[in-house]
Every structure is written in C-alpha cells, then in structure tokens.
C-alpha cells in the first residue's frame, strides 16, 4: 500500500531555534500534502495545504512566517517551525493525496512529536 | 463548510463484543467520501475504511462495516468482535470529491477494549 514516511519522529529543540520536518511519499506522486497539528486528545486541525511547485495555503489562524511550508518536488513536503517556542510543542502530521486517485484515503505520516524547552 | 460530528467522547466495550461509533456529517456538496481512522496512543493515522456518496451497498473491510444512512447523513463504523487492540481513538471524515481537497475530521472518539 501507499507510504507516507515522516522524520523525524520525535524532536526536542530549545527555544529560538528553527526545527524542519520532512514529509515523504515513498511509493507515489502526491501533487498536494497537508501538514497538520494534534494537540492532546484533540482532534487534527488542518495547518495548511502544500502544492508541488507552488507558495502553501494556510489556515486561518496559523502564521506562514512561523511555519514554513516547501514542497520542492512530487515526493517531499517540508515543515519548518521557525524559532519555536514552548507553544509550538505539539504533534505534527502530514498526509498525502495520491495524484492518479482523486478519492483514495489520505496516507498519513507517522507524525512528529515536537517538544520546545 | 463541510462538518462532521461525532458525540461519543469515549467508548467502552468488552472484548469480542461488537460496538458501534457514531459519525454524522453534514455537506451541501452531493459527492463526497467519507472515512474512518484509526489512531492509537503512538499516533499514526491507520485508514480503516471508506464509504463513497454514491455507493449503493455500505462497505466492509473485514471487521469494520460502516452504516451508511445518506437520508439521516451518518456514517456509522461497526467493529465487530472487538479485540483488545482495537483501542485507540476513531476519527470519523469527509473529504469532497472535487479536486484533491483535505479531509474534514470530526473530533473523535476514543474506544476502550477490556478483556
């Protein structure tokens, strides 16, 4: 089946400093990832919405300075969290949408646990 | 906007039991797929299984069956013969048919299996 790999999947950074998240498909095209956050026993909310070859589109609320998104190619979509802060821990996921299957599930990534110290 | 409601915090079943969790929707848009995930306490999401607005039968996949009832806008999962590894929290969602759009999750519920 479709594979979405996610690294890395736990990180511990200090306050100030940038931490990048890669998104993978392994075995597919995904013309559009989602990147998204959990908080604890909460549900996923979208954080925005990343199209190969072009600027993300983010959600309201979420701000693009802080979290830069690049999808540089058919197969990697990349989180930054510029300059994180104790607020900023959470649990990152990203999914994929295959590029031949307009209805297939998303294919998700294991998810990256983010502390901030 | 799409919307989907689920209003069982939390479930809890004896093992082999069945259980059903509760999923309604609601959309202005006639095609849609709906989905339901499974996520356990490490946090991957594991897709279960999907229902398109079209199909005629409900779907199964082997222990889980999803009652869908478009009239009422639900979208029901049915496990059956839980087993004690079926705990984890069960996201109900909706992604609409047109362009590659995200899904629209509910915020879940969490199953408890007891031997």
């Known amino acids: 089946g479709a594979v979405v790999s996610q690294h890395p999947s736990r990180v511990i950074c200090k306050s100030g400093t940038s931490v990048k998240i890669e998104c993978r498909s392994l075995?597919?095209?995904?013309?559009?990832m989602f990147w998204y956050r959990q908080f604890p026993k909460k549900s996923l909310m979208l954080m925005a919405t990343s199209n190969e070859g072009s600027k993300a589109t983010y959600e309201q609320g979420v701000e693009k300075d802080k979290f830069l998104i690049n999808h540089a190619s058919l197969t990697l979509s990349t989180l930054t969290v510029t300059s994180a802060q104790p607020e900023d821990s959470s649990f990152y996921i990203c999914?994929?949408?295959?590029?031949?299957?307009?209805?297939?599930?998303?294919?998700f990534g294991n998810g990256t646990r983010l502390t901030v110290t | 906007a799409q919307k989907i409601t689920q209003t069982q915090p939390g479930m809890f079943v004896q093992e082999k039991e069945a259980v059903t969790l509760d999923c309604t929707y609601d959309t202005s848009d006639p095609s849609y797929g709906l989905f339901w995930y499974k996520q356990p306490s490490s946090g991957e999401m594991i897709f279960l299984i999907y229902?398109?607005?079209?199909?005629?039968q409900n779907a199964t996949e082997g222990r889980y069956s999803l009652n869908f009832q478009k009239a009422r806008k639900s979208a029901n999962l049915v496990i059956s013969a839980s087993q004690l590894g079926d705990s984890a929290m069960y996201f109900c969602a909706m992604r609409l048919d047109s362009g590659y759009s995200t899904l629209t999750f509910g915020k879940g519920t969490m199953l408890l299996v007891s031997p």
């Open positions: 075995d597919f095209q995904a013309t559009t």
């Open positions: 999914s994929a949408a295959r590029r031949d299957r307009a209805n297939s599930p998303l294919h």
């Open positions: 229902q398109g607005s079209y199909d005629q």
